[in-house]
Nanobody, 124 residues
Framework: QEQLVESGGGLVQPGGSLRLTCTAS????????MSWVRQAPGKGPEWISD???????RYADSVEDRFSISRDNDQNTLYLQLRSLKPEDTGTYFC??????????????????WGQGTQVTVSS
């Protein structure tokens, strides 16, 4: 069974940091693009980063220089390091087996494999 399980979310003050973890199982993790997508309350999903099998990473402008994506192909694990967090970073963060271009269409979003999400709340 193909599965993605996120962890590491929580409540953090503005300016703080968190590290999110996504553990993959049931497929060949090392061969696929992986993304992080977040969804703020009342808003649609927002792609924020992806990483290819050889560790080439891309970021949305809103998180560039603050967030860092990485992967451990031996451990089938994807990470997202969040730094200098802002209240507008609040939302549910999803690990997704897909690249940015795939997630730009509804069909692509429906086709992708998603984790259950982990909540990040940035508040004082």
């Amino acid at each position: 069974q193909e599965q993605l399980v996120e962890s590491g979310g929580g409540l953090v003050q503005p300016g703080g940091s968190l590290r999110l973890t996504c553990t993959a199982s049931g497929f060949t993790f090392k061969s696929v693009y992986m993304s992080w997508v977040r969804q703020a309350p009342g808003k649609g999903p927002e792609w924020i980063s992806d990483i290819n099998p050889t560790n080439y990473a891309r970021y949305a402008d809103s998180v560039e220089d603050r967030f860092s994506i990485s992967r451990d192909n031996d451990q089938n694990t994807l990470y997202l390091q969040l730094r200098s967090l802002k209240p507008e970073d609040t939302g549910t963060y999803f690990c997704v087996r897909a690249r940015k271009s795939t997630l730009q269409t509804m069909a692509g979003q429906l086709d992708a494999l998603w984790g259950q999400g982990t909540q990040v709340t940035v508040s004082s």
